[in-house]
């Protein structure tokens, strides 16, 4: 199996995106944490799909049940997927959502792809062999973060970090041209990989929102660590901060926190 087969895969359930119309919503616990019929259908094509080209892997996915980690998902290959990422974008057809396919080796990030279907853009990376995107190299910008546009994700299923999450984008604002709210964690990282932003912060994602991003991102120069500067959990959630290569340190704003 190669990257080009992932891509493959996260292609196709991006067409599943593009031709779904008005899909069935149900609530998952949190606040307005949906999922649709489409979200499942997508995870189960993935599932499908990636099985037959890697059989031996785990899976760790957001949607059908396979959510938990576990130790076997340590060892060997496990798929991590996110079958639509910004899936409230989706109800709302807000774009973009996401497609987002991690493969961790022995807990690791090993190779990564995340399509945007309705920009027909194919992130992809494979661990020390550099970003790309539709198949040319990408690096993140070098400018300072008072030249480029910061994003961040409002942690929208835990209410208990609200504040301290707006706290921090209000110390940022200044710091930077101004702020971008997406609605997809992957994507967010993927700007950033790009050189759309110059800063991505969150204070609470899943493994799956970003275990195929920061692999992209961090091939494209970016540190990728939590809010803290440590590194990312690839066993359970996190908060996750990812920086350009223009910017050289932490902002205050983090700790002051
Ligand atoms: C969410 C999106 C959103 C982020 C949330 C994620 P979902 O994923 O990535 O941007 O703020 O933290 O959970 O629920 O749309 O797959
Ligand atoms: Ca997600």
Known sequence: MTIEDIKQTAREAGNILLTARRPKIMEKSGHANF??????????FLVDKL???LPEAEFLGEEDGQDEFSAKMAKGFCFV?????GTSNFIYEYRPSVVSIGLLRDGKPYMAVVYNPYDDMMFSAVAGEGAYMNGERIMSSEAPLSEQLSCFGTAPYYEELRDKSFDIAKKLLPLCVDLRRSGT????MCCVAIGRCGLYFELKIQIWDYAAAALIAQEAGCSVTDTEGKPLSYTGPSSALCMSRG???IPDCFKEA
Do not use: N
Not at 185 to 188: E, G, K, L, S, V
């Open 35 to 44: 999922v649709t019929e489409t979200d499942e259908k997508v995870q189960r």
């Open 81 to 85: 997927i996110d079958p639509i990422d």
């Open 247 to 249: 910017v050289k340190k």
């Open 185 to 188: 964690a992957a994507w967010d």
């Open 51 to 53: 099985k037959d080209l």
